[in-house]
């Protein structure tokens, strides 16, 4: 195995699942270690901690939200659920309880690397000291010193509301952010419940940032739980994937 292959562990008691995760993943440069159970996952993640955890939510002898509760209480990198549970309150709790993205079974293994690429490149820039503080992705460009914003080279005037909703979602780039989430971080804990001020303001920041704000390619909906700040990933691209529209 080479040094610099990501580790990722798998828990997930359905066999078939961890099959294909392991065939399709291990030829792309993963090294995978498997779980088929909550235990047997923490264990393996204490021993040698992952680079990233792909959690199943529906473990034999554990609910997987209960599992990702523990491995928060120590655990630092990404973890990616991947779950049959498909409804809006089942993404939300887990996103508010630490998990950095959900997908829902059946799932594309394009999709899914892409979202392992995402997950891995943030979590690496999280642990690396700031060298300069811009970030970019696409035509979109932040200085996050001068606090200028810009778009194919031109510079973007936004209000501070604005502003700080995009930072915020700078800071958390490729994750799924919930609505109380956002709301709480750019509004204060008094204001979780006004979803109407996120909408108005994504709208807005929408219009400035984004070539088409029909067809946003950055600023991304995950419908009825949040949103998510897209960092281009040229590779997902040209396998032929679009960026899902509101």
Partial sequence: MSANMPLILVIEDEAPIRKFLRVSLTAHGYHLVEAETAEQGLRLAAQQPPDLVILDLGLPDQDGLELLARLREWFRGPILILSARGNEQDKVKALDQGADDYLTKPFGVE?????????LRHSALARQPTASPIFETGELKVDLG??????????????????????????????????RFL???????????EHH??????AGLRRKIEKDSALPQYLLTETGVGYRLRQVD????????SAPRE
Avoid: C, D
């Fill in 111 to 119: 999709e899914l690397q892409a979202r392992l690429r995402v997950a």
């Fill in 197 to 202: 001020y996120l909408r108005v303001y994504m």
């Fill in 146 to 179: 001068s606090r200028r914003v810009f778009r194919a080279g031109e510079e973007i005037h936004l209000t501070p509301l604005e502003y700080r909703l995009l930072t915020t979602m700078i800071q958390h780039a490729g994750k799924v952010l919930t609505h």
């Fill in 234 to 241: 040229t590779t997902f691209a040209e396998n032929g994937a």
């Fill in 183 to 193: 709301l709480k971080e750019v509004w204060g804990p008094q204001q979780v419940q």
